[in-house]
Nanobody
Framework: QVQLVESGGGLVQPGGSLRVSCAAS???????????MGWYRQAPGKPRELAAE??????VYAESVKGRFTISRDSTENTVYLQMNSLKPEDTAVYYC??????????????WGQGTQVTVSS
């Protein structure tokens, strides 16, 4: 079972920056491989939407965050970061980490983090 632990959300003023992180691990310390990692967000009353994702093939960004958000992974490819600059009130949402990961026990499947709140307000 792959677990995702998120950190780094909070309150920031419009125009400010935040970085959220998500670390993947396997609960029984068995081998696993993370394929795609991404950040989704869900604002109140709206459906969950992709903000950005990263794989060995490259990165994908929602149009609404292009040029302001940067997604990256560490050298192990098990931790993903989302650097958010020039934040706007409309970026306010719960940000969820998602990983598509493989283990011998489950094959490839999607995993979700618990979510971290990002609030952009003056």
């Amino acid at each position: 079972q792959v677990q995702l632990v998120e950190s780094g959300g909070g309150l920031v003023q419009p125009g400010g920056s935040l970085r959220v992180s998500c670390a993947a691990s396997e609960s029984a310390f068995r081998a696993f491989r993370v394929n795609i990692m991404g950040w989704y967000r869900q604002a109140p009353g709206k459906p969950r939407e992709l903000a950005a994702e990263i794989s060995r093939l490259g990165t994908v960004y929602a149009e609404s965050v292009k040029g302001r958000f940067t997604i990256s992974r560490d050298s192990t490819e098990n931790t993903v970061y989302l650097q958010m600059n020039s934040l706007k009130p409309e970026d306010t949402a719960v940000y969820y980490c998602k990983a598509n990961a493989w283990t011998a026990a489950t094959g490839s499947r999607d995993y979700w983090g618990q979510g971290t709140q990002v609030t952009v307000s003056s």
